[in-house]
């Protein structure tokens, strides 16, 4: 498998940056969607493994469901979409390194986090709701109980899980820039991503699928969720900007670096 240093990785994320950045709206807006909706399946895909597992398997369950879950970032950055969460490391070491101006990232920020959220509404309500992959038993229990966890976080709780999941998912986005072949960047996604979910880390792009799809089932409600996404984003933010973006950016590409 090709490999690229930590130093070239650094350098990709840059050129990457710089790419997302300069994503039309309309581009920004169908990818964004598709990115929402790839990890709302890759959530799907947990719950509907994990659902019907004996209580007496414990955290063997969530194991298992971790293991599926990188479905989702796999499809996303083999076939094509944007992430908030990804975005969120790209683009501040863009602009870290002079090549992207903060509007651009803002910009970038709206307009992904909107059609994220789109997607993911898409795969909840017409996957989860209408044809009732979340809402039949035991389904529907793993749903609510699920999106109960998210919700019964405190603030900062939220915001602290959300910093260690967004270290994950953009140390997972990184390494795949490291590789130039397919079956590397499954490797490098795989790992990261399985671990944020059987720790129980908490996903802002994931959470749009979940606490839906629980509020269409009849439980929750959308100032609930508010609540959720405002603690969960801030924190995938500095997770992905400052734990991986400024720090790799500082450690590799700073000027003068010694």
Not at 29 to 51: E, M, N, P
Not at 204 to 218: K, Y
Not at 237 to 253: D, H
């Amino acid at each position: 498998m090709a490999f690229r240093s930590p130093q070239q990785i650094a350098e990709t994320a840059v050129e990457a940056g710089v790419k997302k950045a300069s994503l039309s709206l309309t581009n920004m807006l169908v990818l964004g969607f598709l990115g929402g909706a790839y990890i709302s399946l890759g959530y799907l895909l947990y719950i509907r493994v994990t659902a019907g597992m004996p209580a007496e398997w414990g955290t063997l369950t969530q194991l298992f469901g971790a293991a599926v879950f990188p479905l989702g970032l796999i499809l996303l950055v083999i076939a094509g979409g944007e992430l908030l969460t990804g975005n969120m490391m790209a683009l501040p070491i863009a602009a870290l390194n002079k090549k992207v101006a903060i509007s651009k990232v803002l910009i970038n920020w709206f307009w992904i986090t909107i059609a994220n959220f789109i997607g993911a509404l898409f795969v909840a309500y017409f996957f989860g709701h209408i044809v009732g992959l979340t809402e039949i038993e035991p389904f529907l229990h793993k749903t609510v109980a699920t999106a109960e966890a998210k919700l019964d976080s405190s603030f900062i709780q939220s915001l602290v899980s959300a910093i260690g999941c967004n270290w994950l998912v953009a140390l997972a986005v990184w390494m795949s820039y490291g590789s130039e072949d397919i079956g590397g960047k499954i490797l490098a996604i795989w790992f990261p991503i399985m671990g944020f979910v059987a720790i129980g880390f908490q996903h802002v792009v994931a959470n749009m699928f979940i606490i839906p799809a629980a509020i269409f089932a009849g439980h929750f409600t959308w100032i609930d969720y508010l609540g959720n996404f405002v603690p969960v984003f801030i924190g995938n933010a500095i997770g992905g900007a400052i734990f991986v973006g400024f720090i790799y950016w500082f450690s590799y590409l700073r000027p003068n670096n010694n």
